[in-house]
């Protein structure tokens, strides 16, 4: 405690406690940005995902993600897009950068020829970075 009672020496004697107060104030300040941010950072297209037991790799500031849902409708993000417009749609969201990631989450009830018809837009886009997404299983060994 802080409590000091002077014995008549005029010395000066060091208090060697650390005041914690501050360094909890901040922390608590932190968890409640994070709690507050962390739910903004998720897209709100529910698909159904394939599970995948590889590493996850670390997620960039701002993700694109495209997803195809079980009924074969496309999302960049959290708005619709046709097939036709994909292109076009990707140019306006990455600035023309064509060297962008661009996240692939598509339901586990989509054909794989669908998710290959997707595939082949992205590539005649020139968009040949394309991380797919899914579930994080526990490694069998």
């Known amino acids: ?36 941010a ?8 529910k698909v159904d995902l394939p599970a995948s037991s590889a590493k996850p ?5 701002k993700p694109i993600f495209l997803s195809v849902k079980a009924d074969q409708r496309l999302f960049l993000g959290e708005e619709e897009v046709k097939a036709e417009t994909l292109g076009p749609a990707l140019d306006a969201k990455t600035q023309g950068k064509k060297d962008t990631t ?8 989509v054909d794989y020829g669908d998710l290959m018809s997707v595939m082949d837009a992205l590539r005649a886009a020139g968009y040949l970075k394309v991380g797919l997404v899914g579930l994080e299983t526990a490694a069998k060994k």
């Open 57 to 61: 790799a670390p997620r960039p500031e």
């Open 102 to 109: 661009i996240f692939f989450q598509a339901d586990k009830g």
């Open 38 to 45: 962390a739910p903004l950072a998720t897209v709100d297209i």
């Open 1 to 36: 405690m802080g409590l000091h009672l002077n014995q008549g020496d005029d010395e000066l004697v060091e208090n060697h406690e650390i005041n914690v107060t501050p360094f909890i104030d901040v922390m608590l300040v932190l968890l409640i940005i994070f709690m507050v």
